[in-house]
């Protein structure tokens, strides 16, 4: 079966700072990975998918994250930290059978 | 619209007793999910249907059950056997593996 790791449960930015939300997947196939954020008291929205085209994704609201076969990783990426990023993203993976897997999370917080 | 209808949104249940969350959606999707997210374990997966009369368990299937006669209906059923009963659950469809998520279902247990 397929799972992720995200590496951080918690991470805090200053605003204006980069973000690094890390994740590393398990596969016995060639996966499909994808980032969700929830944002407090709303539901789960789609950022952004890797699906075997382009390794470099890149997703909504100024995120992107690069799938590394070799490293296992699939990392989100905002080159700049906005107050309205504060939210939980997590990381998912997707095996042949089409199960949907979701890693624990990590809390994003951004400081003024 | 078309979207993901999830009821009841607040379910209160005494132990020992079964409820059943429904799961409705009008987006001709043909994978369905059941997935419990409790604080600081994300979502867990419950169940889920690739095709009608067709569903494979997730990683907590313990103590919950499915039925999938309808393309667009999906329940799920909380059994006695389930021991930590009291959470969110979700619910999600999709064409292929991107999900589209219901409001969620919140269950107490007293």
């Known amino acids: 079966a397929q799972s992720v790791t995200q590496l951080d449960s918690h991470v805090s930015v200053s605003e204006g700072t980069p973000v690094l939300l890390r994740c590393n997947y398990s596969?016995?196939?060639?996966?499909?990975l994808f980032w969700y954020v929830q944002h407090p008291n709303k539901g789960l929205q789609l950022l952004l998918k890797?699906?075997?085209?382009?390794?470099l994704v890149k997703g909504i609201n100024g995120f992107e994250a690069e799938f590394k076969k070799s490293e296992t990783s699939f990392h989100l990426t905002k080159p700049s930290a906005h107050m309205s990023d504060a939210a939980e993203y997590f990381c998912v993976v997707s095996g042949g059978n089409n199960d949907m897997r979701f890693g624990a999370g990590t809390r994003l917080t951004v400081k003024p | 619209d078309g979207g993901i209808t999830q009821s009841p949104k607040y379910l209160f249940r005494k132990e020992g007793q079964n409820v059943t969350l429904s799961c409705e959606q009008n987006?001709?999707?043909?994978?369905m999910y059941w997935y419990r997210q409790d604080p600081g374990q994300g979502l867990r997966l419950i169940y889920y249907s690739q095709i009608v009369n067709d569903f494979q368990k997730g990683d907590i299937a313990e103590g919950y059950s499915v039925s999938r006669e309808k393309k667009e209906s999906f329940p799920l059923t909380v059994t006695s056997a389930q021991k930590n009963p009291t959470a969110f659950y979700l619910c999600?469809?999709?064409?292929?593996?991107?999900?589209?998520f219901g409001a969620g279902s919140r269950l107490t247990v007293l």
């Open positions: 999600a469809s999709s064409p292929g593996r991107v999900l589209t």
């Open positions: 890797y699906t075997s085209a382009a390794t």
């Open positions: 987006l001709n999707h043909d994978a």
């Open positions: 596969s016995s196939y060639s996966p499909s």
